[in-house]
């Protein structure tokens, strides 16, 4: 029976263009060049047929469950599978991508579902991120340079699973300023809490990877944590947040009174261009001595060993005190990692958390170009 012009064109629009109909046609063109790629493999190097094995790949936008000819040597891999295994991996990062900028497996998987057509699990969504586990990996392990100007080293906490029970853990992250001035994410680490003891094992853990002189560590005031630094890098400065320090004497002080009380605080630590450390230190002594009276508990700030470690940014460059006497450039980090965490109930496990926050602290661009305030060079830090 001959079928006529118009009916071929009936049975490609009614048949095969509707509903799987293009789908059903890509498989089929993939499998037979597929196999008539094995017989002339199979005449090449003296093999045999040997059946076809099951594989799920991705295809112009589908999900197609392809039947893979085998050999009986088992060295063929048809080359059509190498160019269609590029579209997956692109897939995965694609669901990579849209998990790190905020969206749940749940909510990628429904992504996925529209555009493959078919539903995927949170846990078939967080298998195509295999490929980033191994990147995260490789990242925290990573070679780093010798010498870094200054590092900031800061916690957040992440309610976070282990086996059947959920509670908020700490993420440890250190961000470097490197000697061209520019930024960068050192590593990111795990613990169930914040203590001085873990930030030996992070700072071993720097030491380990290559660094060997850091010119200066900007931290939050955990107690200790110059001790840890010292420690591992015992030519060190240390400089304590006093944005922290300010805000905690803050909270000691009577409502009428914290204006008052937060602007003469905020004075002490504006400097001038020739302010020492000695400068600072008269300066609080003073501030203290204003308001003792109401407030006795002043007095033993003064007392205080760890005092002056507020006030280290006064040894340095007026041009650059305003970036390293707090943890402000930490704390943005940490606020994008936030971002990122807050739209999730909780972590699934340790291992996601830190995929996650790979994840997001590679892709911040902010972080790639040279910091424009380092208006001059200056004695302290070695930016050859």
């Known amino acids: 029976m001959e079928i006529t012009q118009a009916q071929k064109y009936e049975i490609l629009e009614h048949e095969l263009l509707n509903g799987a109909g293009l789908e059903e046609i890509l498989k089929k063109c993939l499998e037979i060049l597929m196999k008539s790629e094995r017989e002339i493999h199979n005449e090449n190097y003296l093999d045999y047929s040997n059946g076809y094995r099951y594989r799920k790949i991705y295809g112009s936008g589908k999900l197609l469950e392809l039947q893979v000819p085998r050999t009986r040597n088992g060295n063929f891999y048809p080359m059509i599978l190498a160019l269609l295994k590029d579209q997956q991996e692109e897939a995965q990062r694609v669901a990579y991508s849209l998990y790190r900028k905020g969206l749940t497996t749940q909510d990628v998987g429904e992504v996925f579902e529209e555009l493959y057509g078919k539903k995927y699990s949170t846990s078939q969504v967080s298998r195509m991120f295999d490929y980033a586990r191994k990147e995260a990996e490789e990242w925290l392990a990573r070679p780093l340079e010798n010498y870094y100007p200054i590092l900031y080293i800061d916690a957040l906490y992440a309610s976070t699973r282990r086996g059947d029970s959920c509670s908020k853990e700490a993420y440890f992250s250190v961000l470097a300023v490197k000697s061209d001035k520019t930024r960068e994410v050192l590593g990111i680490y795990n613990n169930p809490h914040e203590s001085a003891s873990f930030w030996d094992e992070i700072l071993q853990n720097l030491r380990n990877r290559g660094v060997h002189k850091v010119g200066l560590v900007v931290s939050d005031a955990l107690n200790g944590v110059e001790n840890a630094v010292w420690r591992a890098f015992p030519k060190a400065e240390v400089q304590l947040c006093a944005i922290h320090f300010q805000r905690n004497l803050s909270k000691s002080v009577r409502t009428k009174d914290r204006s008052a009380f937060c602007q003469d605080l905020k004075t002490v630590f504006q400097s001038d261009p020739t302010d020492s450390v000695r400068d600072g230190l008269r300066k609080f002594s003073e501030f203290c001595g204003k308001w003792k009276n109401k407030y006795p508990w002043l007095s033993s700030k003064l007392q205080n060993e760890r005092l002056a470690l507020h006030f280290t940014y006064l040894k340095y460059n007026y041009n650059i005190r305003s970036m390293i006497y707090t943890t402000n450039w930490i704390e943005r980090l940490n606020k994008t990692f936030k971002k990122s965490l807050k739209v999730r109930g909780a972590l699934p496990n340790v291992e996601a958390g830190l995929v996650l926050l790979y994840g997001v602290a590679t ?22």
């Open 363 to 384: 892709e911040m661009s902010c972080y790639n170009y040279p910091i424009t305030a380092f208006v001059h060079e200056q004695q302290h830090f070695r930016w050859d």
